[in-house]
């Protein structure tokens, strides 16, 4: 169950949203377990992530592991792992052309609702190019994402 579902509130301690750098953020009673079961498990990331054909991982999730993304066009990218907590979060960065594309997932629980949180950022020469042509796209899915996050944890 998806108790709030929130888009760059103010009082966040992100910027203000734009297509270079934006982000959501839910509050469920979905097990965070659960959660970082479905965020970690890569071959099933196009389960959930509805702008992936498929996802393949060459090694265990953790920080450093490389792996590849294919988009509903069938473009192949490359990703690894550039941060990682276990349990709490993580950060893939997927090169583009003299830029970056950076997706950080993490949550947080409190009193038995845990919050999820999508950040997806641009950086490089080349970013606003990419935030400007991928951008709004991005922003328009990744609500649904997240609440396909929530509906696979009750698959679990």
Do not use: C
Not at 5 to 23: M, R
Not at 28 to 56: F, M, P, Y
Request: glycine fraction near 8%; hydrophobic fraction near 35%.
């Amino acid at each position: 169950m998806i108790l709030l579902s929130t888009i760059g509130l103010p009082g966040d301690t992100l910027p203000e949203p734009t297509n270079k750098h934006f982000w959501h953020r839910l509050e469920t009673e979905a097990e965070a377990s659960k959660i970082w079961q479905v965020w970690t498990t890569v071959d099933r990331w196009h389960e959930w992530d509805t702008g992936l054909q498929a996802a393949v991982m060459e090694a265990p999730f953790q920080e450093g592991s490389k792996g590849y993304l294919t988009s509903l066009e069938g473009r192949r990218s490359r990703f690894k792992v550039v941060a990682y907590e276990d349990g709490r979060s993580y950060t893939i960065r997927t090169p583009l052309l003299f830029s970056s594309l950076y997706v950080r997932r993490y949550l947080k629980t409190t009193d038995g609702i845990t919050t999820i949180t999508h950040e997806v950022w641009f950086k490089g020469l080349t970013a606003g190019l990419f935030a400007n042509k991928f951008g709004p796209k991005f922003r328009k899915m990744l609500p649904g994402v997240m609440n396909n996050v929530i509906e696979k944890t009750q698959q679990l």
